[in-house]
């Protein structure tokens, strides 16, 4: 599940300005919303992932053609053309080009020069003069990145092989593409029932920066929770909170990266050094949260359509910027009884006896300001923002979704931020991504299942939509390792495992979502309200089970 990519935006996760992560500051990479490549991943064999090695040009354009077409560049150049074509490359891609004179050689033995590219050594070249070495051992270097493009690299083992020179061929959004659907092949086989599923697929992927060659940062992408569904629980409200309600791929990957960062906070407590090393989370000094993020290590989202609600449903023209929170269907809106409809429009007879989900977009606008932790995670953890958003479909605008995520509510006051702290607005920065969905339409029995996984999952589970319990034939499933219960179940066996009694005292799971975090949603609720988007709708009585 890991793959090497090429850097992304990155942004702390507590009131820190944005930055970028180490290589877009050589080279920014590909214009925002302008596809590159569409991905058609085929698995090579038993154990082993398919590499995206190579950038495309269009969005009818796979990997395969475009590494063919850059390879066929390197194909035999005429040594005149050798070391432009070489620079050329270099330079378009923002990585270092050195050529270095073999100081050892006699006067009268012949020159010899090697290439470094971005730190890699290529074999040299050796000729009777300067200009003729450098000639040959640009001819190598090409010789080389040609190999390299046509021989994917496959990884025996869980640790990954750093390639920069592989690295500096896609783009971030290729590459997060590349990770998710590699990782969704490796565990849903395409002879499969639920392989079709892949057409709502949606995922978190984990960037690691890690110390390159010469100073150089590199950065090691992994997909660590995915998830796929387009539809909602129809039914009534239970009590027991184990049943899952919202079961949109989106909103599934996110609690399953919640499943994944509970495990992975277990393992810095309780799996000794190695766990320390081996999680992504440090602990934190001070008061707050006990752990955080470890430095240098991103989330960013991949979703194969986009997200339903006002991102979907409105398109706005720039006159109409100003006037942005008047547009009624910009307002909050919610899945309930199978449709969407804005939340002001559902009636309380309705809304206080039937499961009702925000829709995807307005989940999304209030993940750039709670972060994606949520309540009970905040005992343990200061906000996590994701740093980017690849959207793998084409047929949206692109203005219209950055203001419905980022502009929700309006945060702009005189008194500056509205919010108790940590809690900020961040921004995702956006990308068109290729898609990796089956180009046939999904199968009306996959519309009723969503599948899930967290890394660490052995597998993926399969969600029965209608009843929102884990599908079992001509039975009610049991509840899924994504309910309200079993995260109640994994957060007291955090706070038991962080030595906090204070937080096993409280008795409910609604008990347990106290603190800032539900200071920060209540606000955030008053001022949707506020500004006549609709009120974040609250289901107090949902959370009052024990276990």
């Known amino acids: 599940m890991i793959s090497l990519a090429s850097a992304a935006l990155g942004a702390d996760s507590v009131r820190k300005k944005p930055r970028l992560a180490a290589s877009l500051k050589i080279n920014p990479g590909p214009s925002p919303w302008k596809p590159t490549a569409s991905l058609n991943m085929e698995e090579d064999g038993p154990g082993q992932w398919p ?49 270095r004179e073999d100081q050892t050689t006699g006067p009268e033995s012949p020159v010899s020069v ?25 001819l190598c ?31 971030h959004e290729q590459r997060c593409a590349a990770v998710v659907s590699t990782g969704f092949d490796r565990l849903v086989d395409r002879s499969s029932p639920y392989w079709a599923c892949k057409g709502t697929l949606a995922a978190v992927i984990l960037e690691r920066e890690v110390p390159g060659t010469r100073d150089h940062t590199q950065e090691i992408y992994e997909l660590v929770a995915l998830g796929t569904g387009s539809s909602c ?68 989202l991949y979703v194969s359509n986009t997200p339903k609600g006002a991102a979907r449903d409105i398109y706005l023209p720039s006159s109409l910027e100003g006037s942005l929170l008047h547009v009624p269907p910009f ?17 309380s007879a309705l809304r206080d006896t039937h499961v009702g989900c925000l829709s995807a977009s307005d989940k999304l606008a209030r993940w750039t300001v709670l972060g994606l932790g949520g309540a009970l995670l905040a005992h343990f953890l200061p906000p996590l923002y994701a740093t980017s958003l690849v959207l793998a479909d084409s047929c949206h605008d692109p203005t219209t979704l950055s203001r419905v995520i980022h502009g929700r509510p309006s945060l702009d006051t005189a008194k500056g931020s509205c919010l108790p702290p940590p809690y900020v607005r961040t921004t995702l920065h956006l990308f068109t991504g290729p898609p990796v969905a089956p180009s046939d339409p999904t199968p009306s029995a996959c519309q009723s299942l969503s599948l899930n996984w967290s890394l ?26 994504l309910c309200k219960a079993a995260f109640l179940r994994v957060f007291r066996q955090t ?25 920060a949603r209540q606000q955030l609720s008053t001022l949707l309200d506020q500004q006549g988007l609709g009120a974040w709708p609250s289901k107090p009585l949902l959370g009052m089970f024990r276990s």
Do not use: M
Not at 331 to 347: D, F, M, N, T, W
Not at 507 to 519: I, S, V
């Open 141 to 171: 270097a090409l010789r080389y990145v040609r190999t390299q493009l046509e021989v994917p690299v496959s990884w025996p083992g869980p640790t990954p092989v750093l390639c920069p020179h592989a690295e500096s061929i896609v783009t």
């Open 331 to 347: 307002r909050l809106q919610a899945h309930i009884r199978g449709e969407l409809k804005p939340v002001s429009y559902v009636a």
């Open 233 to 300: 629980y129809p039914g009534w409200q239970e009590f027991s909170g184990r049943t899952l309600h919202d079961c949109h791929g989106l909103v599934v990957a996110r609690r399953a990266l919640l499943r994944f960062l509970f495990r992975q906070l277990l393992l810095a407590t309780q799996g000794g050094p190695r766990g320390k090393e081996r999680s992504v989370l440090t602990p934190q000094p001070g008061p707050g949260p006990p752990f955080s993020l470890k430095a240098g290590i991103f989330l960013h």
């Open 495 to 519: 706070a038991c495992a962080l030595g906090q009694p204070q937080l096993l005292a409280l008795g409910t799971y609604e008990e347990a979502k106290t603190g800032p975090y539900r200071e």
């Open 114 to 138: 090697s290439v470094e590219l971005d730190g890699v050594v290529c074999p040299a070249g050796t000729a009777s003069s300067k200009s003729e070495a450098k000639q040959q051992a640009a």
């Open 456 to 481: 660490g999952d052995p597998e993926v589970e399969v969600v029965d939509v209608s009843t929102g319990r884990v599908k079992a034939d001509g039975t009610l499933g049991p509840p899924s390792r």
């Open 51 to 99: 590499q995206a090695s190579a950038a495309g040009d269009g969005p009818n354009k796979d990997i395969s053609s475009a590494v063919r077409q850059l390879s066929q560049q390197f194909k035999d150049p005429p040594p005149g053309q050798a070391v432009a074509l070489l620079t050329q490359y270099a330079a378009s891609l923002g990585v270092s080009l050195i050529f």
